[in-house]
């Protein structure tokens, strides 16, 4: 049961992971204000989608509580009695839906572009001014840095730059959730970025430094500020315009890192539409200035692709083929082949 309008494809991802059986929102799958991703991925993993524009369900329904749906009717348990009703998204419906938003998103585009020219103004002494960075422990010059955010097909992105991670050793950071995916996957963020409102508190603790997003918009707080200070964890306060994968980017920038790598970063246009943003002048001006040092997780892996690590292998051959030769020196026949071979030697050699 969830009350997301425009379902992002993270979002129906997450929803996948966790294998549900069907799933009701409470606002409309798709808005038509442009051809948002989420119910695709759904109907291609097989799970039935409904809609139900009920208001009074969202007060009804508690977590674990049984749910059943026939006919178009929803019933929950303890009240039986009361039918809430349910519309089926099937394939067919889903794809009018679709086709129609695409209609629109030329007019969607142009404000979008126009919102972008005004932020830019707003942003743009700020972001191309000289940042005043706070100052890490974490050292980053001359290294490379890997920025995970939890954008779509991160987790495929982070496990193709797998054997990169690996062997060149980069500075791990997570964009909020995307310290969870670093975790998920077996490594451990040496920063995390954001404003700490996606993050579990096991990531947190995880001993990586915190460097907490304040915006600079007075009406904007850092949501999880008061977290992290309830919390007690020690932390840094970075005040400044822009998306939290954006400062991310320019913390590595500005420390003087080689390389930049980007896993599940936002730039296309649907992107930031489904992330809910009036404009991307943020990412442009960010973009801009880190440009010469940033590269997709998707070029690195086609760059750096897997492979057999036969010099790991060739040890472990090594490893695994000494007690075998040890055992066989140590048996009769083993001592007497010694033998053998020492008066071969001595014949040869004549001594």
Not at 81 to 106: I, M, P, S, T
Not at 171 to 200: N, R
Not at 234 to 262: C, F, N
Not at 317 to 336: E, I, K, Y
């Amino acid at each position: 049961m969830i009350d997301h309008p425009d379902l992002d494809g993270v979002a129906a991802e997450a929803l996948v992971s966790r294998q549900v059986a069907a799933v009701v929102n409470l606002s409309p799958f798709i808005t038509g204000r442009y051809p948002n991703s989420g119910p695709g991925i759904l109907l291609r993993a097989g799970i039935p989608l409904y809609e139900c524009h009920n208001p009074g369900l969202a007060d009804a329904i508690q977590d674990g509580m049984l749910a059943t749906i026939e006919a178009n009717c929803l019933r929950l348990a303890g009240m039986s009695d009361l039918c809430f009703g349910v519309e089926h998204l099937d394939e067919e419906r889903v794809q009018k839906l679709l086709a129609l938003a695409q209609e629109r998103l030329k007019s969607e585009l142009r404000a979008f572009a126009q919102n972008t020219l005004e932020y830019l103004q707003e942003e743009s002494e700020t972001l191309l001014d000289v940042l005043e960075v706070p100052e890490i422990s974490t050292p980053i010059a001359g290294r490379h840095a890997v920025v995970v955010v939890r954008g779509e097909r991160f987790k495929q992105d982070l496990n193709a730059i797998r054997v990169y991670i690996r062997d060149m050793h980069p500075v791990l950071i997570g964009v909020d959730g995307g310290a969870d995916a670093l975790l998920e996957m077996g490594f451990k963020p040496d920063i995390i970025v954001g404003d700490m409102d996606s993050v579990s508190d096991s990531a947190l603790r995880c001993g990586a430094e915190l460097v907490v997003h304040q915006y600079t918009n007075a009406e904007r707080i850092s949501p999880g500020l008061e977290r992290v200070q309830a919390m007690g964890l020690p932390h840094k306060v970075w005040r400044t315009p822009g998306t939290s994968e954006d400062i991310a980017m320019l913390l590595a920038y500005e420390k003087g890192a080689q390389l930049i790598v980007a896993v599940g970063t936002h730039f296309s246009l649907l992107e930031f539409l489904e992330k809910g943003r009036r404009g991307m002048s943020s990412t442009f001006l960010t973009r801009l200035r880190v440009g010469d040092r940033l590269v997709d997780a998707k070029g690195v892996s086609q760059l750096y692709p897997q492979r057999f690590a036969w010099r790991e292998f060739s040890w472990l051959f090594v490893t695994a083929l000494m007690p075998v030769v040890v055992a066989f020196l140590l048996s009769p026949v083993g001592r007497d082949l010694i033998r053998l071979l020492v008066m071969w030697l001595r014949l040869r050699l004549h001594f």
